[in-house]
């Protein structure tokens, strides 16, 4: 066994563009003389980068015991990779001595939150979507289609449902990830959800307790605060997380919000014993407790990592996450070892949290399951039926919120420009969570989202903008074109997106244009009079896309409904 190394992050430090903590100015770390307590293992679950088991991540089972890996897009290269990566990891903790298998996670929420995304697995769709395709059967048959798919690789443990209710439009960080902004329909579709893992073996686990759906702070950035009394919270943020407790759901993700109101305190819910009684006194939640990301700055800037993993098994967390960063994993699991040597934390408090996670393995994992290799036929037929199952779906989801009389289909002859943006798109700190910045922010920039229009109209013409606008020669092909389909993401929360699209509403009064909402549904939600024809497809994937283009030509009629106010 190593010996213990203690390090102090500086709380001070941003989060690099790739999503790991900056190095500059972090202090040499002292070295402790016991070596790392088996108490303290398997508290922790670690995320590293590579597509292959590195040092990093070799010495934290090995020599840390963690007994959680989370993954991430990062991760992943292609399908045999993939799994021979989770079995890789499963052999290194069984000869490692672990007693029982890793819990191998992943945020597999479908739509703008996906990691393993095609051509590895079909693209499914997210929460949003499904909310507007309003099928509880349908939000069942994509978790079981999914915990098919994540067992294939060897994935056991899937960080949904989302149970956050978004009635905030300007929601940073959860937005299409939520079901909507209706509480029951959100617990509803979180319970299908939950129940379609289950009854593949793949843990489910609900986020963001008490609910991130009310806030215009992302916590991967900072603190959101939330305002409201515990009469507040129960008749909104808290319906989706009691009837998870009810139903008996293995795992609550917190969030890392500050409810001053109802705790007392301006401690994030992670942190926060009063917030962790809340689910445990009141819901009776009896599982597993798990942080969401302790990198996060919603944590990480007032309190610093090391710290904060302390503070949030004292608050009763029984599972800690940390996502990138070795010596800050590391350092951690040696703090919470000192604190247990100091007296600062009971055996008894450890022992109850490793018993939880010792049981909730128990029921979904074994070494025969873990270290199972399948054939690669078997993931070509769960893609073919996954496939087929996301084509229906999304038809069902894409909603025409409003258009003209007579308008749709438009004529697959009629000279067409595609408007799209191309750079610095907004998108929620969980979309991208460390991964590599790309060159630009969007998935269709490759031309994809115009060639399912050209699928009906070869002769549409593709027009990228940026916050300079449009040049005048762009500006005279949108003048002069019969038909305009705009696409904009997030168009309330970047400006230029939106003063754009308002734009060339005015320059084109009383000629055709059809704004596609390809995240955010609120895009232009409330501009009636100047965006008269407007589709919501819930999220940016091709396949969402697709379906519009569908609605777009006629080759399909639209069926979905808006799953939030307006």
Known sequence: MRPSIICDQDASQPLTGDGQPSTRNIKPAPTLIFPTDPACMGLFAVGFYGTEINKEIKSLIQ???????????????????????????????????????????????????????????????????????????????????????LRYFGINMNYAPVGDVNNEPLNPVIGVRSPGDDADK???????????????????????????GDTAVDSHYGLPVVNKTREELEALELVPFRRAAAEGIEMVMTAHIALPE??????????????????????????????????????????????GALMALKAGVDNVMICHTYDVQAASIDRVCEALHAGELSQARLDASLKRLRDLKDKYTSWDTALEARPPSDLARLNKENEALARDIYANATTVVRSEAGLLPVSRTASTVFVSPGVNVPTSGAASSGEELQKTRVP??????????????????????????????????????????????????????????????????GRTLIAVATCSPYDFIDDEAEVRNYIAVYEPTLEAFASAADIIYGAATARGTLPVAH
């Open 186 to 212: 959100v617990a509803r579709f979180a319970a299908e959800c939950a129940k379609g893992l289950r009854e593949t073996r793949v843990a489910p686990c609900i986020k963001h307790f008490p609910g991130h």
């Open 63 to 149: 020599d840390y015991g963690v007994g959680a890996v989370l993954l991430f897009k990062r991760n992943i290269k292609d399908a045999a990779q993939l799994q021979a990566l989770c079995l890789g990891l499963q052999q290194l903790a069984k000869d490692a001595g672990h007693t029982q298998p890793l819990f191998v996670g992943i945020d597999q929420e479908n739509g703008l939150v996906t990691r393993i995304s095609p051509p590895v697995a079909a693209q499914l769709p997210g929460p949003m979507a499904l909310g507007a395709a309003a099928s509880l059967e349908s939000a069942y048959h994509v978790a079981k289609a999914t915990g098919n798919m």
């Open 444 to 509: 269709w920039v490759s031309g994809a989202f115009g060639d399912s229009l050209r699928r009906y109209n070869p002769a549409v013409e593709d027009i990228r903008f940026t916050e300079s606008t449009l040049t005048p020669e762009q500006w005279g092909r949108v003048e002069d074109a019969a038909v305009v389909v705009l696409a904009t993401r997030n168009a309330r929360e970047s400006q230029y997106q939106r003063s754009l699209g308002l734009e060339i509403a005015r320059r084109r009064a």
């Open 262 to 307: 109802a705790s007392g305190s301006h401690l994030p819910a992670t942190l926060s014993p009063e917030t962790i009684k809340i689910l445990r006194e009141d819901l009776g939640f009896e599982g597993v407790i798990m942080t969401d990301c302790m990198e996060m700055d919603g944590v990480r800037a007032a309190y610093g990592t090391v710290e």
